[in-house]
């Protein structure tokens, strides 16, 4: 069965703390890892992230994914109150017969205090 | 921008009711998903459709099936609705494989 692992489950930081979310999977026939972020409603799209070594960066957002070791690390450098919520970490893995399965990790929730 | 529209936002139903959930997408996409979300166990996939007509099992079906006569339209379907069927459910639609989801706001079910 595909697994997710998602860690830490929670986290409470100060503002302008640097934090890194943790994301590990076990799936066969691996085809991309994407993170989430959900405030209050619907998660939002952050990365996708296919290929190894190859970091992705958004503002003060960054991934980067290890297939090797079969994870990825969500990083968010000087932390605002407004980066709180959930970060979902999803792996997309082929299934046979032109099907394919998403598995989502249980999330970590971020706090960030003023 | 894509837009994912879940018809409620809160539902309360009685237990044994049937009740409808209904999700449309803006942007053409094969794929549409449902999943139900709860404190501590994450996003559960439902089911899902990658075409009109067709439907797959997600990681827990059981007392729910969907419909998906257009392609826009993803409805899920509670058959009696059961009080452990309380949560909060999320529909997602996705262009393509390679492409992210994108999520509607979500409903959260109430059955008393």
């Known amino acids: 069965e595909d697994k997710v692992v998602q860690s830490p489950l929670s986290l409470v930081v100060h503002e302008g703390d640097t934090v890194t979310l943790n994301c590990s999977y076990e799936?066969?026939?691996?085809?991309?890892l994407l993170w989430y972020k959900q405030e209050k409603k619907a998660p939002t799209f952050l990365f996708m992230l296919?290929?190894?070594?190859i970091e992705k960066k958004s503002g003060r957002l960054s991934s980067i994914l290890d297939k090797k070791e079969l994870f990825s690390i969500l990083n968010i450098t000087a932390t605002q109150t407004g980066d709180s919520a959930v970060y979902l970490c999803?792996?997309?893995?082929?299934?046979?017969?032109?099907?394919?399965?998403?598995?989502f990790g249980k999330g970590t929730k971020l706090s960030v205090i003023p | 921008d894509v837009k994912v529209t879940q018809s409620s936002r809160y539902l309360v139903k009685r237990t044994g009711e049937k009740v409808f959930l209904e999700c449309v997408q803006d942007?053409?996409?094969?794929?549409m998903f449902w999943y139900r979300q709860d404190p501590g166990l994450g996003l559960r996939l439902i089911y899902f459709s990658y075409d009109v007509k067709m439907k797959e099992k997600g990681d827990i079906p059981e007392g729910y099936s969907v419909s998906r006569e257009k392609k826009e339209r993803f409805s899920l379907i509670l058959e009696s609705a059961s009080t452990n069927q309380t949560s909060m459910y999320l529909c997602a639609s996705m262009s393509a494989i390679n492409q992210p989801q994108h999520f509607g706001d979500g409903t959260r079910l109430s059955i008393l």
């Open positions: 942007m053409d996409h094969e794929n």
């Open positions: 799936v066969t026939n691996f085809r991309s």
């Open positions: 296919t290929s190894s070594g």
């Open positions: 999803a792996v997309v893995a082929y299934s046979g017969a032109g099907s394919y399965q998403l598995t």
